[in-house]
């Protein structure tokens, strides 16, 4: 075996040139695969980041709309939805956490420092629902939301821009009019699947928000809620109850529409981490093709090859080289050069991942299973376009092979 490694690997020294133009295709495919899944699987991982800092097995509850003089509001414009609706909703079975809110952005005011951003009134379910820790400090109470505390908890990016370098914890901000101590800061977030800084918010107990900062029309009324399942297959069931409830409470008969809109959360997430995946799998394959070209590439180059060393063929023959002897020859020197295009292209692949990461910022996942994978196809794809060259070259006559000019 290792005196043909070495005949193949001098066989493939007298043509260099043809050898590496051969290698190209390899290089080039293997390079493209390993690149594109890298960026494929970043993309898979940023998703699924986003997901998970948007919360698990998640429903938004918007209240209905408004119509005035013909003119119709959007969802949530309405004031159908009131505390006592999401009350009796955590008592559904397999709901987990039920969060009212009363959304808004304000100014908010520190010293010289200012900033608007938004503000979240809620309830502690909000965090549960969310998955959101508290970095430092603690979170409100049901006892603050009782009592209309005026406590904050904020976002990251809200505290960097407003108290700058400072601890934010125990000091006192206005928001419009009205003083609010922070209780505690938020772990980071990130982006949120809307492109929006989820950092850049102030939360705050939801009787707070209604009586001293927003103000309610309709006292104990609510624009939207958030509300977590057990489980995610469980989601079906809860949702046919949730809208089941919510009919009886607000009497709505049958027939008509609902005065509220009901959002998977979930569903859109899993519809967008599906979408990428696919995405990804698009870009392994397109990219695949390149290797095809390469093993095309290498069949064609092989068969001039055996064309061209005929008479050396039958001179092996002659002295005792067996059929098996001539097929592993020209088999190997397909193999040496599938394998080192493959390797000089997962250098390149690996190299071009980290160049696109270095130059755009794009996220990029080179993992293991995506080299070996690049590498078990080109090493394959080198065996198979290679074998009929190979088996071609073993099975020629020994006489005619000899008489070749």
Not at 72 to 90: E, W
């Amino acid at each position: 075996m290792i005196a043909m490694l070495g005949e193949a690997w001098r066989a493939m020294g007298a043509n260099r040139l043809r050898t590496l133009l051969t290698m190209l295709g390899m290089v080039i495919g293997v390079g493209a695969v390993v690149l594109m899944m890298s960026i494929g699987q970043g993309a898979q991982y940023a998703i699924k980041q986003t997901i998970a800092a948007m919360g698990s097995n998640l429903f938004i509850l918007l209240s209905g709309s408004t119509s005035a003089s013909g003119v119709r509001s959007g969802s949530g414009g309405g004031y159908t939805l009131n505390v006592s609706d999401t009350d009796a909703i955590a008592e559904l079975p397999g709901v987990q956490a039920v969060a009212p809110i009363q959304p808004g952005s304000a100014q908010v005011v520190y010293g010289p420092n200012n900033w608007n951003t938004s503000i979240i009134g809620t309830t502690p379910g909000y965090l549960e629902a969310r998955s959101w820790s508290v970095s430092s400090g603690n979170a409100f109470t049901d006892s603050d939301v009782r009592s209309a505390t005026r406590v904050a908890l904020i976002g990251k990016t809200a505290a960097q821009n407003l108290f700058g370098d400072e601890d934010p914890l125990g000091k006192t901000f206005r928001i419009r009019q009205s003083p609010f101590v922070v209780l505690g800061t938020l772990a980071t977030k990130g982006q949120g699947m809307d492109g929006r800084d989820q950092d850049d918010t102030i939360i705050i107990p939801l009787t707070t928000a209604q009586r001293q900062v927003f103000g309610s029309q309709f006292p104990g009324s609510v624009r939207m809620a958030m509300v977590q399942t057990t489980t995610q297959e469980i989601m079906p069931a809860v949702e046919k109850s949730m809208i089941e409830l919510l009919r009886q409470r607000h009497r709505i008969r049958e027939g008509m529409d609902n005065d509220f809109f009901l959002r998977n959360l979930t569903a859109a997430a899993d519809s967008a981490a599906e979408s990428t995946r696919v995405m990804s799998l698009l870009l392994g394959a397109i990219a695949s093709v390149s290797l095809l070209v390469g093993g095309i590439g290498i069949m064609n180059i092989m068969l001039v090859s055996v064309t061209e060393r005929t008479r050396e063929i039958g001179i092996r023959m002659a002295i005792g080289a067996r059929e098996k002897d001539i097929l592993m020859q020209f088999l190997l020197e397909a193999i040496i050069i599938s394998v080192l295009g493959c390797f000089i292209g997962l250098l390149l692949g690996i190299g071009g991942a980290l160049l696109t990461n270095a130059l755009t910022g794009t996220m990029v996942i080179i993992s293991g299973s995506s080299v070996i994978v690049a590498f078990s196809v080109a090493a394959a794809v080198g065996i198979f376009f290679g074998f009929y060259p190979a088996r071609k070259a073993a099975r020629l006559d020994p006489i005619e092979a000899l008489r070749y000019q």
